[in-house]
């Protein structure tokens, strides 16, 4: 499988907190990545590193690489906005622009960025709620406040928001954790289909659902990769025994 | 037993004084109202409205020219304070390291204590003296300078209330943070922004200090904003400390004016404030 992300001797610090300790991790294209362990072990901090979200927390410093598609993303020349464009992220709580409509959610990057014409908007918002599965369920609602929709609604908004824009990574910091099973269901179907298109790698917090979803597995514990392989083996014969212990819901 | 009519007693006591101590601040305000009401509200007319100041010895006239000056004057001090303290805000909350941040905080802290008349000087020093004249231009850069720090501040405390995860919905998209920052996170902040913008335009629309010698006064229209320009405060001003009981009739007139505009521009500020919390 071709790599699209590779981490390389990553390393994250918040002042004196070493909260990612040297991790190296090959991300497969069209494929699905899970980032699995306890509370605090640095999973969503892996994950944030890799669209330079951590660019704003003042305290925050990256140290190693990420290349995307072969580029370094921490080089100086490249500019973590158009890292973005190429890397979308859906958030644990759904947050749509409260004060915008399903429609404009839906095509805010381009919105915030400048203009886009009518035409191309509308078309990119039917596609985008489609690929999300979500068309028939607001497509007489377009024009509604996006904070109208139920929770799991929202967060497949969130999600049509982020592919428009027309990523190539899509990061997922349990996309699900705020849903009620059945929003879960959905998401996580959706998650199956749009893997054709983009590589995802998603953080859960949820064992059953890294099991179902994903084609690798990465457990953390306290900052370090433990263990990455398929998610076959990594639930059924894992290497290590810290990640059997947490898998068989031993500690965590 | 004892004890316990000692705590009741100490209790009626207790909230007897708090109750009092409410009546003390609410009377002075009823007290200036009520007063201002009684000597003024016979004296507005149509005339108070449209009509310049009559020379002295001729009755009737009004205020017109210190109505629209003031209007003036806010207009131009928005136009320059308002810019620089939402920036400014939105510098401190999105941009600024602690350090600078801490720094500029306290500058602005400061500048808010600092008397108004100082800021008439600052003014008088950096327009009036090399322009050679009183003006328009120097009374609005004297307010502007009482605006900045209360626009600063208050829009700093409702950017801070926005959430990140707005913020990060936002620059995940990859939109830049500049406009991030503008879009979005002022956007969201809005309603707080402009109820803070009111509550300063009610400070200044009332200072008299800053003016004196910066945009003067004038008994009639000006043209230019290079002139000197009439104010309400300062026409009250002007009004009330001459002997002419004419001109005292349109001062109290002014000041119920000017009480009135203050009083509504709060009350919009609380009402914006209260459905905010709504929403």
Redesign the interface.
Same mark, same amino acid.
């Given at each position: 499988m071709k790599t699209k992300v590779k981490l390389e001797d990553l390393n994250v610090h918040f002042d004196k907190n070493h909260a990612v300790k040297g991790t190296t991790i090959d991300f497969g294209e069209n494929s699905v990545t899970a980032i699995i362990g306890p509370s605090g072990c640095g999973k969503s901090t892996v994950l944030r590193s890799i669209n330079r979200m951590h660019d704003l927390v003042p305290t925050a410093k990256v140290t190693g690489r990420i290349l995307l598609d072969g580029i370094n993303i921490y080089e100086r020349t490249i500019d973590s906005v158009s890292i973005r464009r190429l890397v979308g992220m859906v958030f644990q709580k759904p947050n749509p622009f409260p004060a915008m409509s399903v429609y404009d959610n839906v095509i805010a990057g381009y919105k915030l960025n400048g203009r886009i014409n009518k035409d191309e908007a509308d078309e990119l918002v039917e596609s985008s709620l489609k690929r999300v599965a979500l068309w028939d369920e607001v497509k007489d609602r377009l024009k509604a406040n996006s904070m109208e929709l139920s929770g799991g609604q929202q967060q497949r908004l969130c999600i049509a928001r982020t592919i428009a824009v027309k990523p190539e990574v899509i990061l997922m910091d349990e996309p699900a954790s705020a849903l009620d099973p059945l929003s879960t269901l959905k998401i996580e179907e959706l998650i199956e289909g749009l893997k054709e298109k983009y590589t995802i790698v998603i953080v859960t917090h949820n064992m059953q659902q890294a099991a179902r979803i994903s084609d690798y597995t990465a457990f953390f514990y306290l900052g370090e990769l433990i263990e990455f392989g398929e998610t076959k083996k990594i639930f059924t014969t894992p290497d290590k025994k810290q990640t059997e212990d947490y898998i068989t819901g031993r500690f965590g | 037993m004892k004890i316990f009519s000692f705590r009741k007693l100490n209790n009626s006591v207790m909230t007897l004084s708090m109750v009092m101590a409410t009546i003390l601040v609410l009377v002075p305000l009823g007290l200036i109202f009520f007063h201002i009401m009684k000597m003024g509200l016979s004296s507005i007319n149509l005339d108070f409205f449209v009509q310049i100041p009559k020379p002295t010895g001729e009755t009737g006239g009004g205020m017109a020219n210190g109505m629209a000056g003031t209007f003036v004057l806010i207009a131009l001090a928005s136009l320059i304070g308002l810019p620089v303290g939402i920036l400014g805000a939105v510098y401190l909350v999105e941009y600024g #390291? %602690?350090r600078i941040s801490a720094v500029i905080r306290f500058a602005a802290d400061v500048l808010s204590g600092i008397p108004s008349i100082i800021t008439g000087m600052v003014a008088y020093a950096m327009l009036v003296e090399p322009m050679k004249g009183f003006s328009a231009l120097a009374g609005s850069l004297a307010l502007s300078l009482i605006m900045v720090p209360i626009v600063l501040r208050t829009t700093e405390e409702q950017l801070k209330m926005v &959430?990140d %995860? +707005?913020?990060? @919905? /936002? *620059? @995940? *998209? #990859? !939109? &830049? +943070?500049w =406009? %991030?920052s503008l879009? !979005?996170t002022l =956007? /969201?902040a809005m309603k707080g922004v402009v109820t803070g913008i009111l509550l300063a335009i009610a400070r200044i629309s009332g200072e008299t200090a800053p003016l004196l010698f910066t945009a003067l006064g004038n008994q009639f229209w000006s043209n230019k904003l290079t002139e000197p320009i009439a104010a309400m405060p300062l026409q009250i001003f002007t009004f009330a400390i001459s002997p002419y009981e004419d001109w005292h009739r349109l001062a109290w007139a002014g000041a119920l004016v000017l009480v009135t505009l203050m009083f509504g521009l709060s009350l919009s500020a609380r009402y914006l404030g209260r459905t905010k919390q709504q929403s």
């Amino acid at each position: 499988m071709k790599t699209k992300v590779k981490l390389e001797d990553l390393n994250v610090h918040f002042d004196k907190n070493h909260a990612v300790k040297g991790t190296t991790i090959d991300f497969g294209e069209n494929s699905v990545t899970a980032i699995i362990g306890p509370s605090g072990c640095g999973k969503s901090t892996v994950l944030r590193s890799i669209n330079r979200m951590h660019d704003l927390v003042p305290t925050a410093k990256v140290t190693g690489r990420i290349l995307l598609d072969g580029i370094n993303i921490y080089e100086r020349t490249i500019d973590s906005v158009s890292i973005r464009r190429l890397v979308g992220m859906v958030f644990q709580k759904p947050n749509p622009f409260p004060a915008m409509s399903v429609y404009d959610n839906v095509i805010a990057g381009y919105k915030l960025n400048g203009r886009i014409n009518k035409d191309e908007a509308d078309e990119l918002v039917e596609s985008s709620l489609k690929r999300v599965a979500l068309w028939d369920e607001v497509k007489d609602r377009l024009k509604a406040n996006s904070m109208e929709l139920s929770g799991g609604q929202q967060q497949r908004l969130c999600i049509a928001r982020t592919i428009a824009v027309k990523p190539e990574v899509i990061l997922m910091d349990e996309p699900a954790s705020a849903l009620d099973p059945l929003s879960t269901l959905k998401i996580e179907e959706l998650i199956e289909g749009l893997k054709e298109k983009y590589t995802i790698v998603i953080v859960t917090h949820n064992m059953q659902q890294a099991a179902r979803i994903s084609d690798y597995t990465a457990f953390f514990y306290l900052g370090e990769l433990i263990e990455f392989g398929e998610t076959k083996k990594i639930f059924t014969t894992p290497d290590k025994k810290q990640t059997e212990d947490y898998i068989t819901g031993r500690f965590g | 037993m004892k004890i316990f009519s000692f705590r009741k007693l100490n209790n009626s006591v207790m909230t007897l004084s708090m109750v009092m101590a409410t009546i003390l601040v609410l009377v002075p305000l009823g007290l200036i109202f009520f007063h201002i009401m009684k000597m003024g509200l016979s004296s507005i007319n149509l005339d108070f409205f449209v009509q310049i100041p009559k020379p002295t010895g001729e009755t009737g006239g009004g205020m017109a020219n210190g109505m629209a000056g003031t209007f003036v004057l806010i207009a131009l001090a928005s136009l320059i304070g308002l810019p620089v303290g939402i920036l400014g805000a939105v510098y401190l909350v999105e941009y600024g #390291g %602690t350090r600078i941040s801490a720094v500029i905080r306290f500058a602005a802290d400061v500048l808010s204590g600092i008397p108004s008349i100082i800021t008439g000087m600052v003014a008088y020093a950096m327009l009036v003296e090399p322009m050679k004249g009183f003006s328009a231009l120097a009374g609005s850069l004297a307010l502007s300078l009482i605006m900045v720090p209360i626009v600063l501040r208050t829009t700093e405390e409702q950017l801070k209330m926005v &959430p990140d %995860t +707005l913020r990060e @919905a /936002s *620059l @995940a *998209l #990859g !939109v &830049p +943070l500049w =406009r %991030t920052s503008l879009k !979005v996170t002022l =956007r /969201s902040a809005m309603k707080g922004v402009v109820t803070g913008i009111l509550l300063a335009i009610a400070r200044i629309s009332g200072e008299t200090a800053p003016l004196l010698f910066t945009a003067l006064g004038n008994q009639f229209w000006s043209n230019k904003l290079t002139e000197p320009i009439a104010a309400m405060p300062l026409q009250i001003f002007t009004f009330a400390i001459s002997p002419y009981e004419d001109w005292h009739r349109l001062a109290w007139a002014g000041a119920l004016v000017l009480v009135t505009l203050m009083f509504g521009l709060s009350l919009s500020a609380r009402y914006l404030g209260r459905t905010k919390q709504q929403s």
